[in-house]
């Protein structure tokens, strides 16, 4: 399982020029904005990168902040939670 990091994009930055900065920061992929969020992208690194993901993808320019996916993790299947 990949580690997902949801980027908040800086205002006025090009999405597609922030993906390509995640991929050459490890990202194996990077997810467009949806209508509802379009200032933010979901980028997905190698597993058990964690901490190290965040901080490559908060050092690519564009970036306004980037934090793990926390919900994902705590609402997982594996998690028996509601």
């Known amino acids: 399982m990949s580690v997902r990091v949801i980027v908040t994009l800086e205002?006025?930055?090009d999405w597609t020029a922030v993906a390509e900065g995640l991929r050459r920061a490890g990202a194996l992929e990077v997810l467009?904005?949806?209508e509802a969020l379009?200032?933010?992208l979901v980028a997905?690194?190698?597993e058990g990168s964690g901490a190290g993901?965040?901080?490559?993808?908060r050092g690519v320019a564009g970036?306004?902040?980037a934090e793990p996916d926390a919900w994902r993790f705590t609402q997982g299947p594996e998690s028996g939670g509601p």
């Open 32 to 34: 467009p904005p949806r």
């Open 53 to 57: 993901a965040v901080a490559a993808a």
């Open 38 to 40: 379009p200032g933010v």
């Open 44 to 46: 997905l690194f190698p």
């Open 11 to 13: 205002s006025g930055a």
């Open 63 to 65: 970036v306004a902040d």
